[in-house]
C-alpha cells in the first residue's frame, strides 16, 4: 500500500505528502483506506447545504472518489504481486490494484458491474458508509464526471504488469466549455480575480504558495481561481513549473 501526493509541489519537491510503511502508522488495508480517502476530498469543493437544522457537505464528486478508492481494494487479485497506489496531483488522482479486469473496458464504461473480487471486504465497506449500494461503482463516478463536466475517466488495464489504473480528472472539460460559448470571450472578473491578475502581473513568478500568503486565500480557492483564468484566456503559463513564469493576457 502506497499513498504520496504529488501537488502543490514547490521547487524540487518530490512528493509534498507520503503514506507509506514508516512506523508511524498501524498498517493494515482498513487504516490506509480511512487516512487516504480524506487527502484525497478535503481539497474537493465542498458547497454549504443544510438538511433541516443538519449541516450537509457530501457531494457526488466526495463519493465518486470514496467509491473509486474502495473498488480498487474489492477487485483487487491479492494473489499476484503488486501495489495498491494511490497518487494525487493538482488535477487528478491516479489509483492503481494488482490484478486484472473481469468484463472488457466498453462494457464498465455502459454501466456493467462485475462481482468484486473480495465481496466480504465489499460488504465491510457498505456496512461503514465508504461504498455506495451496489452495481452502483462505475457508475457513480461517471454521473459526478457529469455533473462537474470533469475530464472523461480512464480506465486502463496493463496485463504486462498484472494491474489495472484509473485515473479521475478533477478538471473540467474544455471541450464542453467551448460548446457552451467560446471560452476566450471577455467576461466579468470578480474583484478577487481581478487582484490575482494584479498580483501576477507584477511578479510573474510568483507561486501560489507565495500568492496564498499574500492574499490569504486558500489553496484550494487559488487552484480554483488559477485553473478558471487559465481556461478563459486571462492567464498563461510558459515554461515548466520549477523554471516558467506567468503571462497575464488583458481583454
Not at 454501466?111 to 465481496?119: D, F, L, T, V
Request: charged share 25%.
Amino acid at each position: 500500500m502506497d499513498y504520496i501526493d504529488k501537488s502543490n509541489l514547490i521547487g524540487d519537491q518530490r512528493y509534498s505528502d507520503r503514506l507509506t510503511y514508516d512506523g508511524t502508522w498501524e498498517n493494515n488495508l482498513f487504516n490506509f483506506i480511512r487516512m487516504v480517502i480524506p487527502k484525497l476530498t478535503r481539497d474537493l469543493p465542498h458547497p454549504f447545504s443544510m438538511d433541516g437544522v443538519v449541516r450537509k457537505d457530501d457531494t457526488l464528486q466526495a463519493k465518486a472518489v470514496r467509491e473509486a478508492v474502495t473498488n480498487m481494494v474489492i477487485h483487487s487479485d491479492f494473489m499476484v504481486n503488486g501495489v495498491l497506489k494511490v497518487e494525487k496531483y493538482d488535477d487528478c488522482f491516479v489509483l492503481t490494484n494488482p490484478g486484472l479486469l473481469k468484463l472488457p473496458i466498453e462494457q464498465i464504461y455502459k454501466g456493467s458491474e462485475s462481482k468484486a473480487r473480495n465481496q466480504r471486504m465489499q460488504n465491510m465497506f457498505r456496512m461503514i458508509g465508504y461504498g455506495e449500494n451496489l452495481g452502483s461503482g462505475f457508475p457513480l463516478i461517471l454521473n459526478a464526471r457529469n455533473e462537474k463536466h470533469w475530464i472523461k475517466p480512464e480506465l486502463l488495464e496493463q496485463p504486462e504488469l498484472m494491474q489495472v489504473k484509473l485515473t479521475l480528472h478533477i478538471q473540467n472539460d474544455v471541450s464542453y466549455s467551448s460548446s457552451n460559448g467560446p471560452i476566450n470571450d471577455p467576461i466579468n472578473l470578480t474583484e478577487r480575480q481581478k487582484m490575482i491578475l494584479r498580483m501576477f502581473s507584477e511578479e510573474k513568478k510568483l507561486s501560489r504558495e507565495r500568492l496564498c500568503e499574500k492574499t490569504g486565500l486558500s489553496d484550494a480557492t487559488a487552484k480554483r481561481e488559477i485553473a478558471f483564468l487559465k481556461k478563459t484566456g486571462y492567464l498563461e503559463r510558459v515554461g515548466s513549473l520549477k523554471t516558467g513564469h506567468w503571462i497575464v493576457i488583458s481583454k
